[in-house]
């Protein structure tokens, strides 16, 4: 409302028509009666600008999607802007993870009724689990696939995110519910966590094109009032963010607003593949013995998981261990990952 011109700025995967996401913000464009900026991502500018993130971001990328941010911020800057709005928090302190959120509180609601038959089978592990079963703050719990660096993170992240949650767990311990405890504790772990991951890639992306993002969500007005929301204000039959998403009634088109969730996806195991060469003579042979051919079978059946994991700290360790420079490290990707 205070600004004059309102600038939005979109990108979306041109080779993944169904993960674009233009048509909502054109709605959205039209509603605020801003002009709208778009970029399509595809795989030769993926690869570009992938070496180039990684040597921002300072440690390798924990999801590809921050090339995708960094395309946004450099898109933005092109045009003049310094300052962008994102709306990280929203998810994390309003119940946007409303799915993982019901499954814990009726967990604990059997358990808390059916108790005594239960306790045989079920210990604090299985509490932990259960609150990150879906991939989010405690993403690594699922090792079962071999996946090397899942596996230490478990090993070296578990205590502390012990702790972590039973310092969550004594917030709300004034809940008479405890299931509303349990789903409640659970959000502010989100924050805790999975929203530093979100903030640090904001961050060194936006930096990397003297761009200032800012999060409006994060007030600490706004932290305090979302922190002390009963339950059921933040998800209603299954609806998460249900208090913000009335608020944005007034703003923006409900089409926008009540589609189905997804995240900021990129197609990842068509834009990066695991190719024997690549790897060949570098980190992960010469630092720790793998097989480069052994490394190329594990290429993704599907997007989830954790197996670009291998290619990208590979660019990593390349430019930030071995000294290579950027320029090499780039032409090596164009020539093994093309």
């Known amino acids: 409302r205070r600004s004059r011109d309102t600038s939005i700025f979109n990108v979306s995967s041109a080779d993944s028509p169904e993960l674009s996401e233009e048509h909502y913000a054109q709605a959205v464009a039209r509603q605020l009666d801003g002009s709208i900026n778009y970029h399509r991502l595809d795989r030769d500018n993926f690869l570009e600008n992938l070496v180039d993130t990684i040597y921002h971001a300072d ?14 911020c450099k898109m933005a800057r092109d045009q003049g802007v310094k300052v962008l709005l994102a709306g990280e928090g929203g998810d994390e302190l309003f119940g946007g993870y409303a799915r993982r959120l019901e499954r814990l509180y009726r967990n604990v609601r059997v358990r808390r009724r059916y108790g005594r038959y239960l306790n045989a ?22 090792t079962t696939s071999g996946d090397v660096s899942s596996a230490l993170h478990f090993a070296s992240g578990f205590y502390s995110r012990s702790l972590r949650w039973e310092e969550a767990m004594k917030a709300y311990d004034f809940l008479d519910l405890p ?20 903030l640090n890639r904001e961050d060194k992306h936006s930096m990397q094109t003297s761009v200032e993002c ?8 706004l932290i305090d009032f979302a922190v002390n929301l009963p339950y059921d204000r933040k998800v209603r039959a299954s609806e998460g963010k249900w208090t913000l998403k009335k608020v944005a009634e007034r703003y923006i088109p409900k089409g926008v607003i009540y589609r189905q969730k997804r995240g900021f996806n990129l197609p990842g195991k068509q834009y990066l593949s695991l190719r024997e060469e690549f790897f060949r003579g570098g980190f992960w042979e010469t630092e ?10 594990l290429s993704p059946r599907s997007e989830g998981g954790f197996w670009y994991a291998f290619p990208v700290t590979e660019i990593w360790a390349r430019l930030l261990l071995n000294g290579e420079s950027r320029e090499s490290v780039a032409d090596h990707v164009r020539r093994c990952l093309r």
């Open 121 to 142: 089978i079920l210990s604090r592990t299985s509490d932990l689990a259960s609150i990150s079963d879906d991939g989010l703050f405690l993403p690594h719990f699922r």
């Open 214 to 221: 800012r999060v409006p969500l994060l007030d600490p007005a």
């Open 179 to 198: 299931e509303e405890q349990y789903a409640q504790a659970a959000m502010l772990c989100d924050v805790r966590e999975y929203l530093e991951h979100l």
């Open 288 to 297: 720790f013995g793998f097989n480069p051919a052994r490394v190329a079978h």
């Open 59 to 72: 440690f390798p990328i924990y999801n590809l999607n921050a090339v995708a941010v960094y395309q946004i």
